[in-house]
């Protein structure tokens, strides 16, 4: 019963910015995780950086440097800022949210929004 609304993909050049933006729905609650992952063609889905309400961030190490992810509690959305982006990051990024309840925790995904580097 979460909703995970994507924005912000498109077309950059090498050494380009994009960003992305994910929304979640209120029903999300208070205790959770937006999280961006990527998946190129011919490769696995890979996480790419992960934000949670109590305020921890990790990253890939593929994008450590280069991508900020940043979230807002009250309106329960997360911002991955890509800089210096390469023809490694073409991919199609999806939204994930880890939603914490009281015996367990759920996941859903965004439909995935495409971000091709070309020169």
């Known amino acids: 019963q979460v909703q995970l609304v994507e924005s912000g993909g498109g077309l950059a050049q090498p050494g380009g910015s994009l960003r992305l933006s994910c929304s979640a729905s209120?029903?999300?609650?208070?205790?959770?995780?937006l999280d961006w992952y990527r998946q190129a063609p011919g490769k696995q889905r890979e996480l790419v950086a992960i934000w949670s309400s109590g305020g921890n961030i990790r990253y890939a190490d593929s994008v450590k440097g280069r991508f900020t992810i940043s979230g807002d509690n009250a309106k329960k959305t997360v911002t991955l800022q890509m800089n210096s982006l390469t023809l490694e990051d073409t991919a199609v990024y999806y939204c994930?949210?880890?939603?914490?309840?009281?015996?367990?925790?759920?996941?859903?995904w965004g439909q995935g929004t495409q971000v091709t580097v070309s020169s």
């Open positions: 209120a029903s999300i609650g208070s205790s959770y995780t």
């Open positions: 994930h949210a880890r939603q914490f309840i009281l015996f367990g925790q759920k996941e859903y």
